[in-house]
């Protein structure tokens, strides 16, 4: 099948078709219905490898770390409804933490002629970002520098968010305020989400006169397990920990659990997502919502729009809050 048959079909032009096809501006929902009938009643379907010689291939490239965390299943409902009514298609990539498979995919992305990139969280040195957003259309999530100007971000504020943990522990009465945090790379930037939080988290210690204490793994189960074991086994185990993130915050009130400590009784813990698992009665957990849907959608509508043109930066900033559950709650 070829576009003169869906034309014939549907009883237009050949360039009525093809505007359909690049979503071409003026076109009516009246003329839009009519084509996509034809096209699926005919089974005609664009080879997306034509379609990127013609221009755009309406595939979106999207990397992430780890798909178990469910925070980025939040971020992916977002980016979903955003596209609904668009012709674009998202094609995840997940780069497992690691710079080198990041970077491949990267250039897997490009070689398949995508038409933008959304990459959360990336692990690329600033300079390369900026060197790859010249290449295509970027929308970094998780990325904080607002004086980018080659690409867009969206953002929760993660110093704000630590802050407000801190301060919602002291007011339950919490003296030894620990953190649960992410063992970086020496080369990791200070545009991570992990350091900014870090920053809040111990700038709010000092304000309060209190001496941070921050224990660091590496994002896989038995390296969170393992330090989570280590703190709460040892002399000085805190009275309430902040945990980076839900993932990891989960895992520690397991581990926690199965030592025979109580929760908050021994140790109140607080997550950072507010991800669906927060609310289960088992864990009925505290944690920040940055409201991981936003992020998504609003990075989706960013980056449609740099596609379609837009040349001038924009850098969404998300404000944070504490959802308050039973695990930081004094009995």
Known sequence: MTIRDV???AGVSVAAVSKVLRDAYGVSEALRDKVRASMARLGYRPLAAARGMRGQTYTLGITLSDIRNPFFADIMTGINA???R???QPLLGINQGSKAIEGDLIESMLDRQMDGLILIAPHIPVDALAALARRIPIVAIGHHQPDATAFDTVNNDDELGARLVV???ADGGYKTIGMFSLALDRG???TA????REQGYRAAMEELGRPPSVVRAALTLREIQTAARHLLQGPDRPEALFCWTDFVALEVISVAIGLGLSIPGDLAVVGY???MFCELAQNDMTSVDQSGETLGLQCARLLVERIRGRTDPQHLLIQPRVVARAS???R
Do not use: I
């Not at 989400?193 to 900014?196: E, L």
């Open 167 to 169: 301060q919602h522990l």
């Open 82 to 84: 955003a596209l609904e």
């Open 273 to 275: 997502d507010n991800t």
């Open 188 to 190: 990791s930037p200070e």
């Open 193 to 196: 989400v992990t350091w900014k």
């Open 86 to 88: 668009t012709q674009y």
């Open 7 to 9: 034309a014939r079909d």
């Open 328 to 330: 930081s709650r004094r």
